[in-house]
Structure formats: C-alpha cells, structure tokens
C-alpha cells in the first residue's frame, strides 16, 4: 500500500475531479471546519492535504500525518492554514508523538484500507492519543457503481479488494473496504457516544465523540 500510494502521488488528486462527485465534495469541504473550530487536531493520512485545507481552517492546531514524503511534499507546497504543522508518521503506530495528547481527530479515505481484523486495534491506537470528549470525524468513499473502481475479490476475512492501473502502466492490488452504517459504528463500541452517520452516493462521513 505504501509503495502504491508514493507511486501515485503526482495523479493522486485526480479522484476528486470526478465531475459526479464535485456537488458531494463541496458540501463536505464546507462543513468540516466546523467540527474542529478551536480544536487541537490530529489527521490520520493526510496523503496531498485535500482535506487538510479545509478542515484545519478553523482549529487551533492540526498535526497532519502521513507516511509518504512523495504525497506530503504535495501538501507542503499548498496554502495551508497557518494552524497546520506536517508530520511523518504510521497510522498504525502513530509512534513518535511522545506525549502528546489532542482532543480531535480526522482521517479522510483511511478506514478503508483498514483490514478489518486491524480495525479495531487501531481504533485503540488512535483513541489512546485522544482526551475524553474529543471529537472524531472518519471520512470515506462509499462504493458508487460506474463511479468507483470495481471491486475484483474478496478474502475469508471480509476485506474487499480492487485494481488499479497508474499512468505508468503499473498495475496494483489495493484493499479497499465499504463499510454499511451499522457495520461502522458497531466497530467503535461503547468508546463512541452520539454517533452521527451520514452518507451521499459517493462518500460518507461518521462522526462521534470519545466517551
């Protein structure tokens, strides 16, 4: 998966041109700031910092991560908010981030690489970094029919599987999961209080609130 995504850095923004998606990707850019106005945000997976422009524009802080130098140097060369600092981290680990504690988290289009025997370790992983009351936001693709890659397998374990072919004519299996509501919010457990799950034909958006 790291390998594919350094090698798909330079085209890697070429999703959201889609022009069936572009309604959807307004209203979520719109209404992101506001979960973490005032805030101190850790982002899981910034990837090029699509979501990072938008979602950092209101919070006191915003730790960006990723693991990729090739798609981080495409967010550093953006207009970001003057909040943000970027970053190199694991998703899986987040190993490196000390003592430090925040109380917001973002992760835009993670959760569906996610195998699903990982999830709940990493949702462990990443809450442990977060203060009670913190506010958390997942943001994903929902599968669209004639918009999303078709899916071309799945494993004993549930993980769905797709490939895709880069410019260079490299072609990748990549694991990518679309979770229903339920599915979703089960996988939190009781750390989530007032869970909110909504969805468009493209992508959906859960956010709740550690308990």
């Known amino acids: 998966m790291a390998v594919y995504y350094a090698r798909r850095a330079a085209e890697y923004e070429r999703i959201y041109h889609k022009p069936e998606r572009q309604a959807e990707l307004r209203a979520l850019e719109t209404t992101l700031p506001a979960f973490f106005s005032g805030r101190r945000v850790l982002e899981i997976a910034c990837g090029t910092g ?3 422009v938008h979602g950092a524009r209101d919070a006191a802080h915003w ?3 990723d693991l990729n130098p090739e798609t981080m140097a495409i967010a550093r060369a953006k207009p970001l908010p003057a909040s943000v600092e970027l970053r190199s981290l694991d998703a899986y680990t987040l190993a490196g981030l000390d003592g430090e504690r925040f109380d917001a988290a973002f992760a835009g289009h993670w ?3 996610v195998p699903r025997a990982r999830l709940p370790a990493w949702l462990d992983t990443l809450h442990a970094r977060l203060e009670p009351g913190a506010r958390i936001v997942m943001l994903d693709n929902a599968y669209a029919e004639g918009s999303s890659t078709p899916i071309t397998r799945r494993d004993a374990e549930g993980n769905s ?3 895709r072919t880069l410019s260079d004519g490299s072609i990748h299996e990549v694991l990518k999961n679309f979770p229903e509501r339920d599915e979703a919010i089960a996988q939190l457990g009781a750390r989530a209080r007032d869970p909110q799950w909504s ?4 992508y959906w958006r859960l956010a709740y609130t550690l308990a």
């Open 111 to 113: 959760w569906s690489h």
């Open 199 to 202: 969805a468009t034909r493209h």
């Open 50 to 52: 699509w979501w990072t």
């Open 63 to 65: 730790l960006a991560t």
């Open 161 to 163: 599987y797709q490939q």
